[in-house]
């Protein structure tokens, strides 16, 4: 069968590899379809991701079909379409002793510090399976693990019921944080960006208050979108200074910050709003397996959309083409999906 390794940054090679080996009781053998690019791909192909060795077989958001399980396994039959968690989690550190294994100590993410699925055939686990509709495209399934980390930011913090929300970036993360808090009963969610391309697919997927925070202020933009209620939370999606500065100056007094942004600076954090404003402040890693399972749910029943975010299909033997694609296309790409 066929690979993609990545021998070092810039460069993918192509070898036949022998199919994996039996399965054992509990694994499920996928054929993999789909493969979605994300900007942590995008770190390792040039070298800047901070956690991955090389040579790596990259690929942790993707659909495919069983092709086989083991004699244990239940969850799944061959011919279903599914997905799965690429978090490979010790099960016996702290945090993964209380049920919080996407902090484990000891976390590997197929894809960065463990071999990805850029492969024909790839062998899962079933804790980590996740089935999803026959309804679904194969793109719709690779979309599941991005919808996560909104299905996951989006129970960080209090409930949203009826609250107002402000996603601050609309990349395809905060898109989907934005499609979650208005699923969870957010009163109105405003997303800002410095692109007008990405507000337009914003408006796209039904968000339907959005603002350029490079050509309007902040604070007009709340002020348009929420009078004088103010907002109660915020969720940080751009992984930069100043979208953290706004959000933690102007949410409500007692409001909560969640961070899901990874900064390539480190940013410095306004002591006084935190403390004077007694706000809350979490991070947000990932998920878990109940959000992967929330997130094939939502987008089978068509209350997060994701046909908007694709920006275009490459095959499998094209991954640096893909990759240049993006480099190229700057702001104006969202998801790119490779075929196997
Ligand atoms: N916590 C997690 O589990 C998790 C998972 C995946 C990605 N991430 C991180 O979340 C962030 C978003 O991911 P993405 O794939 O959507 O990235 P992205 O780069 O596609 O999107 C970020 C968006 O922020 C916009 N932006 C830049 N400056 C801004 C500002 N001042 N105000 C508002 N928007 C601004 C950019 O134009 C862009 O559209 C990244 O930092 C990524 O590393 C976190
Ligand atoms: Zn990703
Ligand atoms: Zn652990």
């Known amino acids: 069968m066929r690979q993609a390794i990545m021998i070092k940054p810039g460069v993918i090679e192509y070898r036949e590899i022998p199919e994996p080996a039996p399965l054992l009781e509990k694994e499920i053998l996928l054929r993999i379809k789909k493969i979605g690019v994300c900007g942590s791909d995008i770190h390792v192909f040039h070298g800047k991701h901070p956690a991955t060795p090389y040579p790596v077989v990259q690929g942790h958001e993707y659909s495919g079909v069983v092709e086989a399980v083991g004699s244990g396994v239940s969850r799944v039959k061959p011919g279903m379409k599914a997905t799965a968690r690429p978090q490979l989690v010790c099960g016996t550190c702290g945090p993964c002793k209380r049920g919080q294994y996407n902090a484990c100590q000891e976390l590997k993410v197929q894809g960065f510090q463990a ?50 929300v402000v996603v601050s970036g609309a990349g395809t993360i905060g898109n989907l944080v934005a499609q979650f808090a208005r699923a969870r009963g957010a009163k109105k969610v405003l997303i800002t960006d410095v692109s007008d391309f990405r507000l337009g697919i914003a408006r796209q997927c039904g968000i339907e208050l959005t603002a350029n925070v490079a050509t309007n202020s902040f604070a007009d933009a709340v002020k348009r979108a929420f009078g004088d209620e103010g907002f109660q939370t915020g969720f940080e999606a751009a992984g930069v200074q100043e979208s953290l500065d706004v959000l933690m100056q102007y949410v409500e007094k007692g409001g909560d910050v969640v961070v899901l942004g990874v900064y390539s600076k480190n940013p410095v954090v306004n002591m006084y709003y935190l403390g004077e404003h007694e706000l809350n402040v979490y991070g947000s890693m990932m998920y878990r397996q109940e959000d992967y399972e929330t997130a094939a749910a939502m987008i089978a029943s068509g209350k997060i959309v994701t046909q908007p975010l694709l920006t275009r299909n490459f095959p499998f033997s094209q991954y640096i083409d893909a990759y240049e694609f993006i480099d190229k296309q700057g702001d104006r790409t969202m998801k790119v999906m490779i075929d196997l």
């Open 115 to 164: 071999p990805g699925v850029a492969q024909d055939l790839f062998v899962v686990t079933e804790d980590r399976i996740v089935p999803f509709d026959d309804s679904m495209t194969f793109e719709q399934g690779a979309m599941i693990e991005p919808a996560a980390v909104g299905a996951h930011s989006t129970n960080r913090s209090g409930s949203l019921l009826r609250k107002n």
